[in-house]
C-alpha cells in the first residue's frame, strides 16, 4: 500500500463563489424593480374639490408636490424631511412651476410654509392640485 502526499497547489483552489451572490442580487434587483412604481404612487391624498375645469393639457415635467394630511411632503414621490431639504431638491430640479397636490384636511400653515420654500428657490408659477365636483 502505497501513500502519496497530495499536492496542495494542484489540488485545491482558493477563489470565492459568487455565483449564490449573484442570484440573490438578481432576485433583489427584480423585487426593488417592481414596488418601486407601486412606491412613488402609494401616498393618499385627498383632494378638495373645485368647480372649474379639468385642465386637459399636462406636462409630465412639472414636479408635484404633495402634502398628505399628517403633513408629509413628497416631491415626485420623493419623500422631503424638511423645508431646507425641499428647497435643495426643487433647485436641482430648476424648473419655473410646480403644482401642489395637498389634502382637504392638512394644515393651512404646512401649505403656506412650503409654498413659502417654493418662493425662496425662485419658482413663480404655483399650480393647486383638485377634483372636479
Do not use: C
Not at 385642465?55 to 415626485?76: A, F, H, M, Y
Request: proline share 5%.
Amino acid at each position: 500500500m502505497e501513500f502519496r502526499r497530495a499536492d496542495s497547489d494542484a489540488d485545491f483552489e482558493a477563489s470565492p463563489n459568487v455565483i449564490p451572490l449573484v442570484d440573490i442580487m438578481l432576485v433583489l434587483l427584480i423585487i426593488f424593480m417592481i414596488t418601486a412604481p407601486v412606491l412613488k404612487h402609494s401616498f393618499e391624498v385627498d383632494l378638495p374639490r373645485a368647480e372649474s375645469p379639468v385642465l386637459t393639457e399636462q406636462t409630465e415635467d412639472i414636479p408635484i408636490i404633495t402634502i398628505s394630511r399628517d403633513g408629509k411632503i413628497t416631491v415626485n414621490g420623493l419623500y422631503i424631511r424638511s423645508t431646507a431639504e425641499l428647497e435643495n431638491v426643487l433647485a436641482q430640479l430648476k424648473k419655473k412651476e410646480v403644482a401642489i397636490e395637498a389634502d382637504k384636511n392638512v394644515k393651512y400653515e404646512v401649505v403656506i410654509e412650503v409654498m413659502d420654500t417654493i418662493k425662496k428657490v425662485g419658482i413663480e408659477r404655483i399650480g393647486l392640485v383638485t377634483q372636479q365636483k
